[in-house]
């Protein structure tokens, strides 16, 4: 049985699934924090939350390219 | 015959595209980030692309579940068309049904079908069946649902918000997840192309090797990569409303948050496993990260019934595509007589059911019911103060 396969798979789905969902909840919740009018906040929020759509974004063009043969991966 | 069965595989592929644009669709759509017209066409084009991507999948399609090859039986053109009519029959039948069922499985079973009646049952090798068939059948919705669970989890933790002096729930703002669906849904629709096609690939490429035009070992040749990219992605555009209502409403309400937690799980889950050669069904996935993420979500209901009408589904699709691939190899077996009534017979079941269909209308008009899907959230009664709290967050929707 393949049963190396079966957890390198469930394992690879998680820390891809995980990572994305991660920096992009990070993401939303910067905007979201950056967004507020009341509160006093550091300059430095929004670019942040751009930091980690970036990130997510990375992420994902990093494991397409890992997959993609014609990139060689 | 081996135009005839080009032909046949290429329907499959049409029925397959259509049948399956639910998994990467149906969220969105439910949730109202895309409208349903453009998430199929987006989907298709996404389709098309994936198709041309890779062919790593086209290579081992029937992945030695039949013994082919020299020390095994010989697969004839004939086999190949009766696996592939029940195939396409099962299909029909459960987007009729709105059941998501895995097209994988109903090819898999037609063939073992055609090939049980048409060579004997030696010709099948168990061992490969298990591994390559059911096993994944039981893991796919596990661990995408797993991951579909903790992803929801994360996502809602994430982006919570308190007023750090009263406690009390602040504006979520979680609009950004909508838009954020509008990629992941790509990308499952992407992995499905680069997934999907690719068996029908295989199937044609088996049949011209069979039928001594192509040389044996050979990749598939570009006319049959670029016709089963183009045929999966009409058949996705095509869309199987049916299915997106069950998928997008029918098991659970989705949300945005919960939408892109999902679909980050069925695309890493697809891509990963085709990747590293333990094929996981899209539609399971697709499924398990639904129901998964439903679970996530605190205060969303999943409808266990429409989860065991699926999962009954899945348990018929390789019995049953291996009975109809069954009586069809019979059929065939007979000579040209027979294979003119199985293909008259398979022509006339198809338009019957598409007529059948046209009874109860199911379009992208009525697929979805979008505002209702994100208003009439389910709360519990008793957690009056959560209830408050959730509409709360639920107001970020109207500014987007």
Known sequence: MKWLELVQVAGATLVAAVTVVVLYSLGVRLTAIAGDVTEQKPAWLRPLAYVCFGLCGAAVLFGLYLIIPYFGG | ?400
């Open chain 2, 1 to 400: 015959m081996v135009a005839l069965v080009i032909a046949l595989a290429l329907f499959f592929d049409f029925t397959n595209g259509f049948h399956d644009t639910a998994n990467a669709m149906a969220t969105p759509i439910a949730t109202g980030a895309i409208k349903p017209k453009t998430a199929v066409a987006l989907a298709a084009v996404l389709n098309l692309v994936g198709a041309f991507l890779s062919t790593e999948v086209a290579k081992t399609v029937s992945g030695g579940i039949i013994k082919e090859g020299s020390d095994g039986v010989q697969i004839t053109p004939d086999i190949i068309f009766a696996g592939l009519m029940g195939a396409i029959l099962w299909n029909m039948i459960t987007w009729l049904k709105g059941l998501p069922s895995s097209s994988s499985h109903a090819l898999f079973g037609g063939l073992i079908g055609a090939a049980i009646a048409g060579i004997g049952i030696h010709s099948i090798n168990f061992e490969s069946l298990m591994q390559k068939v059911i096993l994944p059948a039981i893991f796919a919705p596990i661990i995408a649902g797993g991951v579909a669970y903790l992803c929801t989890r994360l996502a809602y933790a994430l982006t919570s918000r308190h007023d750090p002096e009263s406690g009390t729930k602040l504006t979520q703002k979680r609009g950004g997840f909508r838009t954020g669906q509008i990629f992941t849904s790509s990308l499952v629709a992407l992995a499905h192309g680069t997934n999907d096609a690719q068996k029908t690939m295989g199937i044609i490429t088996l049949v011209l090797i069979a039928a001594g035009t192509q040389e044996p070992g050979t990749g598939p040749q570009f006319w049959v990569i670029a016709s089963c990219a183009f045929a999966i992605a009409i058949g996705t555009y095509s869309g199987g409303w049916r299915i997106i209502r069950t998928m997008g409403s029918g098991l659970t309400e989705v949300k945005p948050a919960q939408g892109f937690a999902a679909e980050s799980s069925t695309a890493s889950a697809i891509l990963a496993s085709s990747h590293l050669g333990f094929a996981l069904s899209t539609t399971q996935v697709a499924s398990g990260s639904v129901i998964g993420s439903g679970m996530g979500r605190r205060g969303t209901t999943v409808r266990w019934g429409t989860a065991g009408r699926i999962a009954l589904g899945w348990l018929f699709t390789l019995p049953a595509a291996g009975i109809v691939g069954a009586l069809t190899a019979l059929l065939v077996m007979t000579g040209v007589v027979g294979v003119i009534i199985a293909a008259a017979a398979g022509t006339a079941a198809v338009l019957y059911m598409f007529l059948y269909s046209k009874k109860s209308h199911v379009g992208h008009h009525n697929a979805v019911a979008v505002e209702e899907a994100g208003q009439a959230v389910r709360f519990r009664k008793k957690k009056k103060k959560a209830m408050s709290a959730s509409t709360a967050k639920d107001e970020p929707k109207g500014e987007l």
